[in-house]
């Protein structure tokens, strides 16, 4: 399809270990963005990719947090030694340019036990 | 800074019958509003979007908003509930000047749809 793609759909995982979460944005995007949905604070922005400048970091709740965006496409999100309220579902969007909407993935499922 | 405020968690109507979501916003700059909607274990799907070109907007499903400058309100609207826009929906707000276009969510208000 041609829409953003995420995996895994759902990830398992003890407290302590750590994740990588991946987002593959529709081809010729150069904005891409991930969010992180949970119940206590609802929709919150994370990680901002514009082409192959740095990233905008602003979002990031920890330095436990990190990603990247390799040949300006394929982004992955690494979250180091998980912590329960990490549970949550990862969003991924990415759009043409800044000033246009911005389409979603349908997002990864953490759960920390 | 921008913010959204979403009046109503849920809204609940009878299929047939209007529905109304309810939207405020604030923002330091001229911004862009959207409506995004979210079916379980879903992603978000663009209905409508206003960058200050009409202040009514007509998106995807029969949906529409109307951005309300004095008011700073961006409510949606739509004429005849179907059971399938049984949903979440959320108002969300961006600026040029915020992280590349960040969105900015409103807490989200939960469509219900009785038969």
């Known amino acids: 399809g041609a829409g953003v793609s995420q995996s895994p759909s759902n990830k398992v995982t003890e407290k302590g270990k750590d994740v990588e979460l991946r987002c593959d944005p529709i081809s010729g995007h150069t904005a891409l963005y991930w969010y992180r949905q949970s119940l206590g604070q609802g929709l919150e922005f994370l990680i901002y990719f514009q082409g192959n400048s740095a990233p905008d970091k602003s979002g990031l709740p920890s330095d436990r947090f990190s990603a990247e965006r390799t040949g300006g496409s394929v982004s992955t999100l690494t979250i180091q030694r998980t912590q329960q309220e990490d549970s949550a579902v990862y969003l991924c969007?990415?759009?043409?340019?800044?000033?246009?909407?911005?389409?979603f993935g349908d997002g990864t499922r953490l759960s920390i036990l | 800074a921008q913010s959204v405020t979403q009046l109503d968690s849920h809204v609940s109507v009878s299929e047939g019958t209007p529905v109304l979501l309810r939207c405020n916003y604030s923002s330091s700059y001229s911004p862009s509003l959207f409506w995004y909607v979210q079916h379980p274990n879903k992603g978000l799907q663009l209905l409508l979007k206003?960058?200050?070109?009409?202040?009514l907007v007509k998106g995807i499903n029969g949906f529409e908003a109307e951005f309300k400058k004095s008011e700073t309100s961006f409510h949606l609207t739509k004429p005849s509930a179907h059971m399938s826009d049984a949903a979440e929906y959320f108002c969300v707000v961006s600026d040029r000047f915020n992280a590349g276009n960040m969105l900015t969510f409103g807490g989200g208000t939960r469509l219900m749809v009785k038969p």
């Open positions: 206003y960058t200050s070109a009409a202040t």
């Open positions: 969007a990415s759009s043409p340019r800044i000033d246009q909407p911005q389409h």
